[in-house]
C-alpha cells in the first residue's frame, strides 16, 4: 500500500522560495512504471497541476507553464521522497499543496495523494 | 490553459441519480481519453474515482461511471447515498505542452 507524506512549512514570506517535501513508502521514487507529482489547490485557481518527476532510462522532469520559471521538483533517492521549490513567491501562491503519484491506471489519474499542505505567503 | 468548466452545484435525493458535465476544447476532453473524475470531501484530498473516461479503480462502486461526448465529459453517480455529498472536479491530459488540466469543480449534495 503506497502511502505519501508531506512536510515542510505552513508560512513563507512573499520573495522568499516555498519548500516541500514528500516522503514515499510502499513503493520506491526510482520506480520506472510511476510519476511523482506535485498539485497545488487555492480557491481562486482551484486545483492545478505544476509538475512531475519520473525516472525512465534517466530522471525526466515536466513542468506547468504556469510556474515553468520557478518550479523545481527534485528526487532524493536516499531518503525515497521527493521536493518541490517553487521561488520568488507571492500571494497568489498560497494554497493547499499536494504530492500525488500516477502510474498504476495511467500516467493521468492520480490514484495516491498526500495529506496536503496549507501554504500562506504573507509577511 | 482554461480550467475545464463544470457547473458549480448539482443535487439529488437519495436513490436518484446526478450527472455532472466537464466541457473543454478540442485540444483536451475532445483529443484525448485520458479523462479523470476525483471526489473531493472536506479538509481531505481528492479520491480517483474514474480514470480514461469511464473506467472505475478498484474500490470504487459501480454507481459511479463516466462517458464523453465530443469535448465534453460527464460524471454519473446512480443511487445516491449520503456519503456521496462531495466536491467533484474532471481532469484531462492536454497534451504534451499543457499537460494536465483540471475542472472547476461541482458540489453535489444530497437533499
Known amino acids: 500500500q503506497v502511502q505519501l507524506r508531506q512536510s515542510g512549512p505552513g508560512l513563507v514570506k512573499p520573495s522568499q522560495t516555498l519548500s516541500l517535501t514528500c516522503a514515499i513508502s510502499?513503493?520506491?521514487?526510482?520506480?520506472?512504471?510511476?510519476?511523482w507529482n506535485w498539485i497545488r489547490q487555492s480557491p481562486s485557481r482551484g486545483l492545478e497541476w505544476l509538475g512531475r518527476?519520473?525516472?525512465?532510462?534517466?530522471?525526466?522532469?515536466d513542468y506547468a507553464v504556469s510556474v515553468k520559471s520557478r518550479i523545481t521538483i527534485n528526487p532524493d533517492t536516499s531518503k525515497n521522497q521527493f521536493s518541490l521549490q517553487l521561488d520568488s513567491v507571492t500571494p497568489e501562491d498560497t494554497a493547499v499543496y499536494y504530492c500525488?503519484?500516477?502510474?498504476?491506471?495511467?500516467?493521468?489519474?492520480?490514484?495516491?495523494w498526500g495529506q496536503g499542505t496549507m501554504v500562506t505567503v504573507s509577511s | 490553459q482554461s480550467a475545464l468548466t463544470q457547473p458549480p452545484s448539482a443535487s439529488g435525493s437519495p436513490g436518484q441519480s446526478v450527472t455532472i458535465s466537464c466541457t473543454g476544447t478540442?485540444?483536451?476532453?475532445?483529443?484525448?481519453?485520458?479523462v479523470a473524475w476525483y471526489q473531493q470531501h472536506p479538509g481531505k484530498a481528492p479520491k480517483l474515482m474514474i480514470y480514461?473516461?469511464?473506467r472505475r479503480p478498484s474500490g470504487v462502486p459501480d454507481r459511479f461511471s463516466g462517458s464523453k461526448s465530443g469535448n465534453t465529459a460527464s460524471l454519473t453517480v446512480s443511487g445516491l447515498q449520503a456519503e456521496d455529498e462531495a466536491d467533484y472536479y474532471c481532469?484531462?491530459?492536454?497534451?504534451?505542452?499543457?499537460?494536465?488540466?483540471f475542472g472547476t469543480g461541482t458540489k453535489v449534495t444530497v437533499l
Open positions: 480514461e473516461v469511464s
Open positions: 478540442s485540444s483536451d476532453v475532445g483529443r484525448y481519453n485520458y
Open positions: 510502499g513503493d520506491s521514487v526510482s520506480s520506472s512504471s510511476v510519476t
Open positions: 481532469s484531462s491530459y492536454a497534451g504534451s505542452n499543457n499537460f494536465d488540466v
Open positions: 500525488a503519484t500516477s502510474g498504476n491506471y495511467n500516467y493521468w489519474a492520480f490514484d495516491i
Open positions: 518527476t519520473y525516472l525512465r532510462s534517466k530522471w525526466y522532469n
